[in-house]
């Protein structure tokens, strides 16, 4: 999902289908209770459409919410503006100038304290969420392709891993003791890493390389598959899921409760959610032209069907965003109960309901 300096997106009408999703749960999970799913529902967007100005000069690429209240936005332009919500919208706390030319990669701290960004100028930036104010600076000697921050279980120290854009070498720093590497490890993927997420609930990071691999390390000097998780063999999971469709994701986003995490993949138009304890893949949503084409001529309820018109002017848009740079930031959020994945489709943005593997809204 790309993101202007006004925001505009359409909401996808209810329904009970699964709308040309598919996907079977590797274990069966409690269903929701009616009136829990209608009570995290009503936390979240329902209107048809909406439109907010971030009050970026350049296009927003980049929109992080935290725990702590705070909206953080980042456009193409390396700015990065901190916003506070309120009881009604958000309202404008402060604007930096991160970078000279756009974020490459940001990650925010699992207790929405610590945000990060870097670019091409080999600088990882350091912001205080809570106090809207930059902490720290970090240069790398490399160019950087992802960040993630971790902790450390030898110290407890909470740093910050950068991953190398041209090996596979993964740099963990202490931003606030040294400005060299504490670890360097060189041997968990054979391709650069692109994605790098820390999960707080096993203890490890969850990364994946270029060549689509996905790889569970521990953060320490064995970085080895962590004892906390429900299996010893990646032939026992579906890490190799992207490896062997010969793609790459384009996101990668863990759940709140830590259960679940999502990727994106603009080369098949498909979102995917993995269990972490067992590596398996749990649901899997196609949102191909090729299946917007079937759902618009064989959807007799209407729920899904466009006016012809509407639908080949947002087919052209589709198609323009699946060639450009914008259309590489495509990604899936989880809602703060983990039980919904909210994503961008040629229908507008689906809620689905995990449990129940169905479109809600």
């Known amino acids: ?7 505009k997106r359409h909401a996808s009408p209810p329904t009970d289908k699964d709308a040309a999703m598919s996907g079977t749960p590797t274990a069966k999970r409690a269903a929701l209770p009616a009136y829990l799913e209608a009570r995290h529902l009503e936390r979240l967007p329902s209107a048809e459409m909406y439109e907010r ?9 980049h929109v992080v919410t935290t725990a702590t209240g705070f909206v953080i936005t980042i456009s193409a332009d390396g700015h990065v503006k901190f916003w506070k ?19 490459v990669a940001h990650s925010l701290s699992p207790d929405g304290q610590l945000f ?13 969420v809570t106090n809207f104010d930059m902490i720290g600076i970090v240069g790398v000697s490399c160019l950087p392709s992802a960040l993630c921050w971790i902790r ?9 891993a950068v991953a190398d854009s041209e090996s596979p070498t993964v740099f963990v720093f202490d931003y606030r003791a040294s400005s060299e590497p504490k670890h360097t490890f060189s041997d968990i993927h054979r391709m650069p890493v692109v994605l790098m997420a820390y999960s707080s609930a096993f203890k490890c990071v969850i990364s994946v390389d270029k060549g689509g691999m996905i790889e569970y390390w521990s953060v320490d000097e064995s970085h080895k598959l962590p004892p906390t998780v429900g299996f010893s063999l990646k032939s ?39 269990r ?16 917007s084409n079937v759902i618009q001529r064989s959807d007799e309820s209407g729920m899904f069907r466009l006016d012809d018109m509407e639908f080949g002017r947002r087919l052209a848009i589709e198609n323009e965003l699946q060639k450009s740079t914008a259309g590489k930031l495509s990604n899936a959020i989880f809602d703060e109960s983990g039980k919904f994945l909210l994503f961008a489709s040629l229908v507008g943005i689906k809620i689905v309901n995990l449990v129940a593997n169905k479109v809600v809204r």
């Not at 100005?53 to 690429?61: F, G, I, L």
């Not at 919500?85 to 970078?99: C, L, N, S, T, W």
Request: a negative charge; one cysteine or more; glycine letters at 4%.
């Open 152 to 160: 450390d279980p030898m110290d407890q120290s909470t740093c910050i």
């Open 1 to 7: 999902m790309s993101s202007h300096t006004s925001q």
């Open 53 to 61: 100005s971030y009050m970026h000069r350049d296009t927003v690429e």
């Open 276 to 291: 972490v304890f067992t590596g398996k893949l749990y649901r899997r949503y196609s949102e191909s032209i090729d299946e």
């Open 85 to 103: 919500k309120g009881a009604q919208g958000i309202e404008f706390v402060k604007d930096f100038r991160a970078h000279l030319s756009a974020v």
């Open 116 to 128: 990060a960004t870097t670019s091409v100028d080999k600088m990882v930036k350091i912001f205080d």
């Open 236 to 274: 026992q999971t579906d890490l190799y899921e992207f490896k062997k469709r010969k793609c790459v994701p384009s996101s990668l986003v863990l759940s709140s409760d830590g259960e679940l995490f999502a990727c994106t993949s603009v080369d098949d138009s498909s979102i995917r959610v993995f």
